[in-house]
């Protein structure tokens, strides 16, 4: 399947900084392992217990590789839309190898295999065109079990300018207070940003669009500066 337009830049902007994404990364997003390892936590499952996890964005394989340790009955399919991040994630889960399956293609355009037990996205359904998310929602209902979850972990648009701005001069300062070069965080955004930037969707219409697929338990359980983490979960019944 061709990839769309905003599938293709994002697969040109990873693939360019791949080399220097974990670094960039820890630069720009002093909550980042805080938030994957809150993504786990909510997952509603015994670690010895067998399960099939379906992980959207994989990356350079970070929040594979916590999954793969924290759950180490369980299996994980990936997708990413770029083959360079990927390479590094083979490498970073090479100890893993017949416990993950990790495909290359835009999984806003179209998902198979299943059934899940929960799937998990960090910072990558942004990427998805607007007009997809709500087909892309009812998708993942479609290949979760009964009582499967689904835990997003994304950058939510406040949707007021003014907040907007008081979220990004917080982060700032936080950044300062961590220690975090703020011209570096600057920079690996402005990187970001020349390729689209993602789109801007409150958290609240994600909340809507996943109670419109038909998830119950719907929340944002956690929020910082305008990130945050919405959950829901496939009716057991």
């Known amino acids: 399947m061709a990839l769309s337009l905003a599938a293709r830049r994002a697969r040109q902007h990873f693939d360019e900084r791949a080399p220097l994404y974990d670094r960039e990364l820890g630069r720009r997003e002093p ?7 809150a993504m786990l936590w909510l997952l509603d499952m015994p670690a010895d217990r067998p399960a099939h996890i379906l992980e959207l964005g994989v990356g350079t394989g970070n929040q594979t590789r916590l999954l793969l340790r924290q759950f180490p009955a369980c299996r994980v399919t990936g997708y990413d839309v770029s083959p360079a991040m990927l390479a590094r994630a083979r490498r970073k889960l090479a100890p893993f190898r017949g416990r993950v399956k990790l495909v290359v293609g835009d999984f ?29 929602f009812q998708r993942l209902f479609e290949l979760l079990r009964p009582g499967g979850q689904v835990v997003i972990a994304e950058p939510f648009w ?10 990004w001069k917080a982060r700032r300062r936080a950044l300062a207070a961590a220690g975090i070069e703020v011209r570096d965080h600057d920079r690996a955004l402005a990187r970001q940003s020349s390729h689209g930037g993602g789109h801007q969707v409150t958290v609240e219409e994600y909340l809507r669009r ?23 979960r496939r009716p057991r019944s």
């Open 108 to 136: 806003g355009a179209g998902l198979a295999g299943g059934p899940y037990d929960a799937v998990l996205s960090a910072n990558a359904i942004h990427h998805v065109p607007r007009p997809r998310l709500g087909a892309l």
């Open 210 to 232: 996943l109670r419109r697929a038909g998830f119950a338990e719907v929340d944002c359980p956690w929020r910082e500066l305008g990130r945050g983490i919405v959950h829901g």
């Open 31 to 37: 909550s980042y392992r805080r938030v994957l390892q």
């Open 158 to 167: 406040p949707g007021d300018e003014a907040l907007g701005d008081l979220y």
